[in-house]
């Protein structure tokens, strides 16, 4: 799945973990999938809010905004 993972530890209140546990055994896939998935949606998420209002931003030049995303 991943060619590097490094181990990581958090605190989640308890709600969630039920909830990670019972969505887990329900879908047959293993927590680290699914959070690993849910963070890169979220990720994905939050990158295309920031472009958009980078586009809002009257003050940006599309050059700028282009230099800014790596494209």
Known sequence: ????????????PL?????LDTLAK??????????AEALEMYMDLQDLKLAESRLDDEEMAADDFFKEVGA
């Not at 799945?1 to 989640?12: E, H, I």
Request: net charge positive; hydrophobic share 35%; glycine share 4%.
């Open 1 to 12: 799945m991943y060619k590097t993972v490094k181990p990581t530890t958090f605190t989640l």
């Open 15 to 19: 709600y969630l973990v039920e909830e």
């Open 26 to 35: 329900s879908l047959g896939k293993k927590k680290t999938a699914i959070v």
